[in-house]
C-alpha cells in the first residue's frame, strides 16, 4: 500500500513538475522579452511588433502550467481558522470535502475554457498583431485546470488516508 | 429570494468555505459561479467560468507579477539583504538600538527589490537575527522589529498588494507604486522613532554598537550600491515615465539576476529553484484574481455595494466615523484573514463607499495597505509573526507579540498622519503625471 502511494506520489510529482519546469523556461524567456522591448523601443526606436501579445501569451503559459505545481506544493493561500477547533479525522474530512469541491470547481472550469476554446476556433479569433490563433490557448488552458483538479483529488484521498496534505518536496 | 438576500448568504457562504480551509481564489470563484448563476443566469455564470480565467492570464498589466516576484526572489538568493544590513549597520549601528533601526532601514531598502513581505521578513529576519542576539538585544525588540520591518515589502514599490488593488479597482499600478514611496519612508522613520523611544526607556533591550570610521562607513554602503542602482532604474524609470511598470519589472529582473551572476551567486540548480518559487507565487496571486473576477460579477447582480455605499451615505454618521468604522473593521479582520484575502474580499465594498465619500482612491490604496501591514502582524494569524518565529524558534510567541505591539502604534500614528496630509501620498503621483 505505502509502496503503491509513494510510486504514485512520484508520477505526479514528475506530471506537475515538467509542466513547472517548461514554464520556468517561458518565463525566463518573459524577462528577457520585456527587456528587448525596451531596448529595441527605447534604444534602437524600433518596436518589436506584437511584443504584448507575446507577453501576454507567455503569461497565460506560464500560469497554466504552474498552476498544478502550486496546487501540489501547497501554494494557495488557505486561512487556517478550523485547525485550531476541529482535530484528527474530522479536520482531515473537513478539508478533504473542500478539496472535492474546489476539484469539481476545477473541472468545471476546464470543461468550460474547452467549450470557449472550440467555439473562439470556429470563429477563428486571433491576436491583433501578432495573428496568434486564441483557441490552442483555452485548450492549454483548460488541461492545466484539469491537472490541477486531479491534483485536488488526490489531495483529498491523501488527506482521507492520514497522509500529509502536501507531500515532501 | 429577493438579489440582495441572496448577496448577503453568498458572503456568508463564503466566509462559511474560507473557515472551512478553502483556497482564497476558489472559495472566490465558486461563490461567484454559484451566486451568478441562481441571481442571473446559469448561462452566464459558465460563459464567466470559461472566459475570466482566460482573460485575467493574459492581461499585460499583470506581467509586472511573475517580474517583479523574480527580481525579489533573486535578491534573496544573491546575498543583497546581508550587503544592504551591514550598509545600514555602519550608519546607525552606533545608536542605542542601531541594529535594530539599522534592520528596518535594510528592510525598507529591501522592500524596493521585493514585493513581499514575507521574503523581506524572512531574509532579513536571517541576517538580522543572529546578530542582534549576538550584541545583547532583548529578544522582544529584535524579533519585533524584523516582523514590522517586513511589513515595508508591500508598501514600498514593487508591492504585490499594489497590484491586485488595481487590478480590483481600476487605478494605474505606477501611480500607486510611486505613491507608496513616501508613506513607506514615513513609517521607516516611525519605526526607527519607535525603537529610539523603546530604548530610551529601557536601554537594556538594544545596547549601542561600536561606531564605524567614515571610511569603513563609505566602503560598506559601496558594497550595496548596485542593489540601489536597481531600485533607482527601476522606480525611477517608471516615475520619469522612461519605462512603464510592467517593463521596469523586466528591467529590474535582468539587473538583479545580472547582478547575481556576478556575485556568483547563482547556479542553473539555483536559477530553477528561483523560477519555480516566482512560479508558484505568481499562480497563487492569479488564482486570487481569477477568483475576485468570478465574484464581482455576482456582488453586480445583487446590488450589494450599492446599497451599501447607500445605506451608509444615507445614514447619519459623520464620514469620519465611518470610515474610523471601515479602518477598525480592517484592522479586526486582519486579525484572522490572510492580508489578500481582506483585500479582495472587501474592497468590491469598500472602495465605492469610499470614493462616494470623495476619498483620492490613489490615497486609499496607501492607507489599506498600511492596514494590511498591521494584519500581517496582529494576532493570531499575523504572517510576519510566524515568519520570525521560525527563525527565532527559542522566543515564545507572547514575547514576539509584545515586540510588536509598538510598531503596530506606530501604523497607526502613520494612519493617522495620512489622514491630517493626504499629500503624502498623492503627491509624487501627481507631480509624476502632471
Known sequence: MTKSLVRLENIITGMVRVPAIVASGILFLLMFLTVGGVVMRRVLGSPITGMQEYSEVCQLVVIFLFLAYSGWTGGQIAVELIGSVLKGLTYRIVCSITSIASAGLMATISWQTFRQGTEVGKLGVTFNMSQIPHEPLYYFAAAGCALYAFVLIITASRLVLGLPEFPKQ | MTHLTLGFLGILALFILLALRMPVGLAMALVGFLGTGLAGSWNAAYANLGTEPIVIATRFELVIIPLFVFMGNLATVSGMSRDLYQAAYAWFGHWRGGLASATIAACACFAALSGSSVASALTMGRVALPEMEKCGYHPRLATGCVAAGGTLGILIPPSTAFVIYAMLTEESIGRLFIAGILPGLLLTVLFMCTISIMTAISPDLGPPGERMSMMERIRLTRGAGAMVGIVITTIGGIYTGLFTA?????????????????????????????????GRTTVMVFVILIGAHLFSPFLAITNLPAFLVESLTKSSLPDLVLVALIMVMFIVLGTFLEGFAILVLSLPIVFPIMTSLGYNPIWFGVVMVILLEMGMISPPVGINVFVVKGIAADVPMSQIFAGIMPFWLAMIVCVVILFMFPQIATYLPNTMFN
Open chain 2, 246 to 278: 510592467t517593463e521596469a519589472a523586466g528591467v529590474g529582473a535582468f539587473l538583479s539576476l545580472l547582478l547575481a551572476l556576478v556575485r556568483r551567486k547563482v547556479t542553473p540548480r539555483i536559477l530553477l529553484e528561483v523560477l519555480l518559487q516566482t
